[in-house]
């Protein structure tokens, strides 16, 4: 892991919180961890950093540590790395729409909404964090 992580929520028993960091690849890890400590992390798929901004925006996981806590302008970072890594071009412009959403300010229904758009597996995105935080360690909740 190269830099510091952000985290977007808590999805542990044990108050293990999940979230992201950059990675030395030029790429982004998936992270969980506790207090303020990174715990264990492992490459993060698209549709992880997707599912990561959607739960940002809907507010859908308990507060993670503040210190820790992911910005608005750390989520924008994180969906314009996935829109530069799309190859398809209908994805890319689904992606950028995403960022534009980000970006202005939009409300958070319709940025979700966008995002959402661009999500390639039929998982929900809040069930997708939990069963990734659990296979990265974390006393995922029930």
């Known amino acids: 892991m190269g830099a510091a992580a952000c985290a977007v929520g808590l999805v542990g028993n044990a108050g293990d919180w999940i979230g992201f960091a950059p990675s030395r690849a030029d790429a982004y890890d998936l992270v969980v961890g506790r207090g303020d400590v990174a715990a264990s992390w492992a490459p993060a798929e698209p549709d992880d950093l997707l599912a990561l901004a959607i739960a940002y925006f809907e507010e859908a996981l308990t507060e993670p540590p503040e210190d820790l806590a992911a910005t608005h302008g750390d989520i924008g970072d994180l969906v314009r790395h996935v829109a530069a890594g799309a190859a398809d071009g209908v994805h890319a ?35 997708r964090l939990h069963r990734r935080a659990a296979e990265l360690g974390a006393s995922v909740r029930g």
Request: hydrophobic share 55%; with cysteine.
């Open 93 to 127: 412009a689904d992606l950028l729409e995403a960022v534009d959403a980000i970006d202005d300010g939009l409300a958070a229904d319709v940025v979700v909404s966008r995002l959402v758009r661009c999500l390639s597996a039929p998982e929900e995105p809040v069930a």
